[in-house]
């Protein structure tokens, strides 16, 4: 065995991956577009 050792994830990750799967139906839906996807998921990462 290695040994690896995980750090846990940032607070805002925890965050979009709640509201994730909070909302998984919807974000499955054809309403939920890219731009919207952007927005909410990706832009936040960035920042």
């Known amino acids: 065995m290695l040994g690896f050792q995980y750090m846990p994830a940032p ?5 979009l991956v709640d ?5 998984y139906w919807y974000y499955q ?3 939920y577009n890219e731009e919207q996807l952007r927005h909410e998921f990706l832009n936040p990462l960035f920042r």
């Open 11 to 15: 607070q805002r990750i925890r965050e």
């Open 19 to 23: 509201t994730f799967h909070k909302n």
């Open 29 to 31: 839906s054809l309403e």
